[in-house]
C-alpha cells in the first residue's frame, strides 16, 4: 500500500546547526531563522506525522550519549494479543483497528535483517548484544492512514500481505530491529531528511473518477427456498433503472449482477419437505426467478448461482486468507438461532409469541420468525475486531450506506457491542454448503459464503482489481446488518476495502399487511406484468416505491397510476400532437422564433410573440428537467425523478390544450407559423420525455421516440439538448419526417374490483 510523502516538523533540536543550517529543509519547510542552543549531551527531535502518513505518539525519542547504556526503551510496544497477554477466553481478545505497515530501511542502507531473504537472513536477524543488557530497540505502534473513499482496489491480501494485517500483526509482536539501525534512521535527519518512498503505483481503473470509470451495480442474490415475490423484483427493478441510466449518460463501462443464494438450512429443509435433493430443487427455483428477471426487462449481465465452480472456488480462496491473517478461530458458540434468516440473534432482538394451544415460543422481533437454542463448535470472526475501523469507514465516507436514516441505523448498531460472528455451522447439521476447506467437520456460513458472490463476479482472486472496490449493492433493509457490518469487516479482514456504497431499500406491504404464505398475500411478478405489462408494473413499481419508507401495494392504485400518467397524460399528448388532422405532413415542425422570442426575464417583460408567461415557465421547467433526473437518480430517488417528469408531461398538456392549435387555420401564414410552434414545442418535450423515461420504461420509451424518428444514436443522456431553436442553434430534427404510427403508447386499463394476484406455489 502507497504511504505518501509523510510531513515532518521540528520541534527543537537542542544541538547547534551552526552557521551551516540550511536555508530551507525539504518539501519546502523553512529552517530556523536563529541558531539555536549550544550543543547539549542528548538530542531530541519531535516528530508529527500528519494522519495522510503514519502517526503515532507525539513524544521526543530520547537517545543516550555515546558509550552510555538505556535505562528502558523509549517506547515499550504492548500487543493486545501477544501469547503473555492472551485472555482466558481467545475469541474476547482485543485486537488492533488498524493494519501496520511495514519497516522502512533507513536511506541508503540495506533491509533490515528481518525484511531480507535469502540463505543468510535467518543468521542476519539475530539481534546484537548491547550496553546495559538491552539487546533492541521498538518503536512506536503506527496505525494505517484514514481510508480514502476509494482505496486501492489492488491492495494486496493473502499469505504475502499477512504482515499487513491488523489480525496477523495483532498474533504476533513486531520483529525487533537493532538499536543501530535506528540510530542511523536519526542521522539522515540532520543532513539531508531523505525518506525512502515505495514505487508509484498506477491507478487501478476501478478505483478511478470521472466519466470512463468502472462500476459494478448488484441485486441481492436471492434465496432460492421459494418463487420470487414482489420485493425480489423491486431490488432489481432498482438496480436496473440506475444500470440503464449510467449506460445512457456513458459513464463508462458497466456490469449488473444478480443471481440465486443455494445453500443453507433453509434450503436443505425446504427440499426435504418438497421430497426433493436440494440441487434439483435450486435448479428449478433459480430458472424461475431468471425467468421472471428477463420477462420484467432486467438488464443483468450476470446471473450468479452459488452452486456454481466459480463461486465455489471463490469462497474457499477467500476463507483461505481470513484464516491466514488471524481473522478466525474455533470456539464453542450457543444461542438462539433463526432458520429462515439464517443468523443468530440475542436476545434483545427476541420477542415471545403464543401458540393456537397457548404455548409460549420466541420469534425474532424484526421479521416474526421464530428461533431456536442452538448450541456448536463453530469457527468464529474477530468481528470485535472491527468495530473501531467501521466506525472510522463510515465517518468519513457518509454515502458509503444511502438513504441516510439507514446510514444512521448503522452508526447506531456499531455503538452497540460488536460479539464475534459465528460463520461455520457443524456438517452433521448442516450438509447442504460448501465444506470449511481442511476440516471436513464444518460447512462454511451461508451469509458468508453468500456475500462473496460479489468478488466471484468480478473474477476474485485474479481479475477482481479492475472492479473492486467500485461497487454499488441495492438491498433490501432486512438484510442491512450482513451488507453495512459484516461484508466491510469481512473485506477489511482480507485486505480488501469495502463497496463505494450500499443503496438499501424499504418493503412493500399488501393493503396494509405484510406479505405472508400464510395470509395468502404474496404478490407473483409474473401474473402482475401480464395484467399491467412489462413497462406498467415496472413504471409503477419505481413511480411509487420510496427508499425510505414502507410502501402499500393494491391493485386499485396501480391501475389508477398507470391510467392517469401513461396512458392519459404521456400517451394521450403523443396521439394529440402527432394526428394526421393537425401535422398532414407527418413532420418534425419548424420553430418560429417570432412567434416564440426568447426572453431573459418573462416575468418582467411583456411578451413579444404569441407565447405567454405560463409558456416560458413551463419552457424552463423542461429545460431544467434533465439535471434534476440526474440528481435524483444520483441520490437514489427514482420515485422522485419520475414524479418531476409526470409534472412536466401535464404542464406540457396544459400548453397544448391552452393554445388550441387544433382550432388554428394552416392556410393562414401566421397561424400556420405559431400552429408549427406548437407542435415543434410539444414534439421536443416528448423527446425529452421519452429519452429520461428509458431506464423506466424501455418498450414505451423506444415506441415513443421511434415515433418521433430519434435515432439510437441520438438517445443518449449526455448530449440531451431540449428546444435549441429558442436559444438560437440549429435542431437536428426540423424538417425531419416522423415514424410510422405505433398505435396507442400505453393503453387505458379495466378497473381491477379486488383483484388478487394468487401467488404461485412451487
Known sequence: MRVNQPHLHYGFLEQSLGTNAPQQLPWGMPAPQAPLAAPAPHLFVYLF????????????????????????????????????????????????????????????????????????????????????????????????????????PRRPHGARA???????????????????????????????????????????????????????????????????????????????????????????????????????????????????????????????????????????????RTSEPRHQRAVCHFWGALQERGALYKGSYEGWYCTPDECFLPESQLAERTDSQGRTYKVSSETGHEVHWTKEENYMFRLSAFRDPLQK???????????????????????????????????????????????????????????????????????????????????????????????PALLMAVGLPPPEQILVHSHWTVRGQKMSKSLGNVIDPSACIGQYTVDGFRYFLLRQGVPERDCDYYDEKVVKVLNSELADALGGLLNRSTALSINPSNTYPYFSE????????????????RASAEDYEFVVSVASLPLQVASYFEDFQIYKALECIALCVRQTNGFFQRHRPWKLNRNHPAEKLWLDTIIHVTLECLRVFGTLLQPVIPCTADKLLSRLAVEPEERGLSNLTFLPRYNGKPCPFEGRQLGSDTGILFHRLEKSSQHQIENRRL
Open 594 to 609: 417570432s412567434c416564440f422570442p426568447k426572453i431573459l426575464d418573462y416575468r418582467e417583460t411583456k411578451a413579444l410573440g
Open 49 to 152: 506525522i500528519s494522519d495522510r502518513a503514519l502517526s503515532g505518539p507525539k513524544q521526543p525519542i530520547r537517545l543516550p550519549p555515546r558509550g552510555e547504556a538505556p535505562t528502558s526503551r523509549p517506547f515499550p510496544h504492548r500487543n493486545p494479543l501477544s501469547p503473555q497477554r492472551l485472555p482466558a477466553r481467545q475469541h474476547q481478545a482485543a485486537l488492533p483497528s488498524h493494519p501496520t505497515f511495514p519497516e522502512q530501511p533507513p536511506h541508503g542502507s540495506a533491509p533490515p535483517a528481518h525484511l531480507r531473504r535469502g540463505p543468510g537472513a535467518a543468521a542476519a536477524a539475530a539481534p546484537r548484544g548491547l550496553p546495559g543488557g538491552s539487546t533492541t530497540w521498538r518503536p512506536p505502534p503506527r496505525r494505517q492512514p484514514a481510508p480514502s473513499s476509494r482505496p486501492d
Open 162 to 304: 499477512a504482515a499487513r494485517s491488523p489480525l496477523a500483526a495483532a498474533a504476533a509482536p513486531p520483529p525487533a530491529r537493532p538499536l543501530r539501525a535506528a540510530a542511523a534512521m536519526l542521522r539522515p535527519l540532520r543532513r539531508r531528511l531523505s525518506v525512502p518512498q515505495p514505487p508509484l503505483r498506477r491507478r487501478s481503473s476501478a478505483s478511478a473518477s470521472g466519466p470512463g470509470r468502472r462500476l459494478l451495480l448488484s441485486t441481492p442474490i436471492f434465496y432460492a427456498n421459494g418463487p420470487p415475490h414482489l420485493g425480489h423484483l423491486y431490488s432489481a427493478l432498482l438496480a436496473d433503472a440506475l444500470h440503464r441510466q449510467r449506460g445512457l449518460r456513458g459513464a463508462g463501462p458497466g456490469r449488473f449482477s444478480t443471481g440465486t443464494d443455494e445453500h443453507g438450512l433453509k434450503i436443505q429443509q425446504a427440499a426435504a419437505e418438497a421430497g426433493t435433493s436440494p440441487p434439483e430443487l435450486c435448479a428449478r427455483v433459480s430458472a424461475l426467478f431468471r425467468q421472471a428477471l428477463t420477462q420484467a426487462a432486467v438488464s443483468f449481465t450476470d446471473f450468479i
Open 393 to 487: 469507514w463510515l465517518r468519513d465516507n457518509p454515502r458509503a450506506v444511502f438513504p441516510n436514516p439507514f446510514y444512521q441505523r448503522v452508526l447506531h448498531w456499531l455503538g452497540d457491542d460488536l460479539p464475534d460472528l459465528s460463520v461455520s455451522r457443524e456438517r452433521s447439521r448442516l450438509q447442504w454448503g460448501i465444506p470449511v476447506p481442511g476440516d471436513s467437520t464444518q460447512t462454511i456460513y451461508v451469509w458468508v459464503d453468500a456475500l462473496v458472490n460479489y468478488l466471484s463476479v468480478v473474477g476474485y482472486p485474479e481479475t477482481h482489481g479492475e472492479w473492486w472496490p467500485a461497487a454499488h449493492h441495492v438491498v433490501g433493509k432486512d438484510i442491512l446488518k450482513f451488507h453495512a457490518v459484516y461484508w
